[in-house]
């Protein structure tokens, strides 16, 4: 009997691998919002490889980018050597998305991963405070490396734990009571607390793995004042909700507040090849040459596709504002199946990073299932894994996302057809 690709990968690959599990195919083509199977069936990709390809599979303008730098032999490897890419990109960041946020900031190229981005900036903190402990938050998501998962909240319920934590509940945890911000003021008020000033605040203004849940405004906004206020470094996270995947290229530009250290990766290369930086305020790189260091910190491909994406998608406010009619077309269609299906508990998010919010697991996975059945990829979140989460590329038509939207319905209303409102 001859084994299927993705069945063979079974044979050989570690028992790690996930997502293979969960949409058994074998994948051999990718254009914009699709995905094509080696059986020439057509899915509509609603995860956009867990949110790193914000712009869809194989973009025109950074595939020609890609071929054209291969076509000329230039520096595809160079660790933090000098070369046209590099220069080219931080001119080109600079003046389309630093620029968004007040103040002037530094640009730390990482390892290649939005982990490598975290434990530079835990790293820098720790350096600059000499000091130990990080607050972060519940349903937090920062990496699977061991500083980053210290401040994580499923990989620190695993017991991964390499950086002194502690956990204050995220934005709308208890639905009264004492905030976090709340609850920082008082413990370090009180000496009795034990709790010293931390090195830094880790913080995400989307926890998107956690959840999809969205910090409010006020909330961010008083917690970047406490931080400011008791000179605590405030690490914002914005990996997965960042490069345009909330609405604007940041996450928090809305709530106004600017943040001391910036995680970015993800879809910041655009083109889905790996690439992390690490946004530093200026008087905070305190770093001696080589000091925090990384084989893999800007890769001479990367550079150019990431370069290219910024030019061409936030040169203007295009983008921007279609994903702002995009989010409402989603929240509609999510808010409808929610008021239908008594299974389904609520929905969230903010431009488009959503969430359809299942009563357990075992919903949402049929969910996911029957989606894929009809051909669309989605993805669950949460600590719980009872969440539905919707990652569309931001590039992706009107009548292709409503079709997509369309399958999510008919798939929930058919596997949680026993629980109607």
């Not at 305020?281 to 305190?286: F, K, N, P, V």
């Not at 203007?316 to 929610?338: F, P, S, T, Y």
């Amino acid at each position: 009997m001859t084994l299927a690709l993705d069945q063979r990968q079974g044979l050989v690959e570690s028992e790690v691998r996930y997502y293979a599990r969960k949409w058994p195919a074998t994948f051999t083509r990718a254009a914009g919002p699709f995905m094509y199977a080696a059986d020439g069936r057509r899915f509509i990709d609603f995860f956009s490889a867990a949110g790193s390809l914000n712009y869809g599979h194989n973009h025109p303008v950074l595939v020609d980018r890609m071929i054209e730098l291969l076509a000329q032999e230039r520096v595809l490897q160079g660790l933090d050597m000098a070369t046209p890419e590099r220069a080219a990109f931080l001119e080109i960041f600079g003046r389309n998305v630093t620029s968004r946020i007040p103040g002037s900031w530094r640009v730390q190229f990482t390892g290649p991963t939005g982990a490598s981005a975290v434990e530079a900036a835990l790293h820098l903190a720790r350096k600059t405070t000499g000091r130990s402990n990080v607050v972060s938050f519940t349903n937090a998501f920062h990496g699977m490396s061991l500083g980053a998962a210290s401040v994580s909240g499923r990989s620190r319920a695993h017991g991964r734990i390499g950086v002194e934590s502690t956990v204050l509940p995220f934005d709308g945890y208890f639905p009264s009571g004492p905030t976090a911000v709340e609850m920082l003021q008082r413990y370090l008020d009180d000496p009795s607390s034990g709790l010293a000033p931390p090195a830094a605040i880790i913080v995400e203004a989307v926890q998107a793995e956690g959840g999809v849940r969205v910090a409010g405004d006020r909330w961010l906004a008083d917690l970047a004042l406490l931080a400011q206020a008791r000179g605590i470094p405030l690490i914002l996270d914005d990996i997965q909700a960042g490069c345009g995947r909330s609405g604007a290229f940041f996450s928090f530009e809305r709530s106004g507040i600017a943040p001391d250290l910036v995680c970015l990766s993800k879809s910041l290369s655009g083109s889905g090849l790996p690439m992390s930086v690490l946004l530093i305020r200026e008087g905070l790189d305190a770093w001696e040459p080589g000091e925090h260091s990384g084989t893999f910190r800007g890769q001479g491909l990367a550079l150019a596709t990431a370069s290219a994406a910024v030019e061409h998608f936030w040169g203007d406010d295009k983008l921007e504002l279609g994903v702002a009619e995009k989010e409402q077309v989603i929240r509609d269609h999510l808010e409808r199946i929610a008021d239908e299906l008594a299974a389904v508990t609520g929905s969230r998010g903010r431009g488009m990073l959503h969430g359809l919010e299942c009563q357990d697991q075992e919903s949402a996975d049929a969910v996911v299932h029957e989606c894929f059945t009809r051909g669309l990829i989605v993805e669950t979140a949460g600590a719980l894994g009872n969440v539905v989460k919707l990652l569309p590329a931001l590039t992706i038509d009107e009548d292709v996302l409503a079709e997509g939207l369309g399958i999510l319905g008919a798939a929930a209303r058919d596997v949680l057809a026993g629980g109607r409102r």
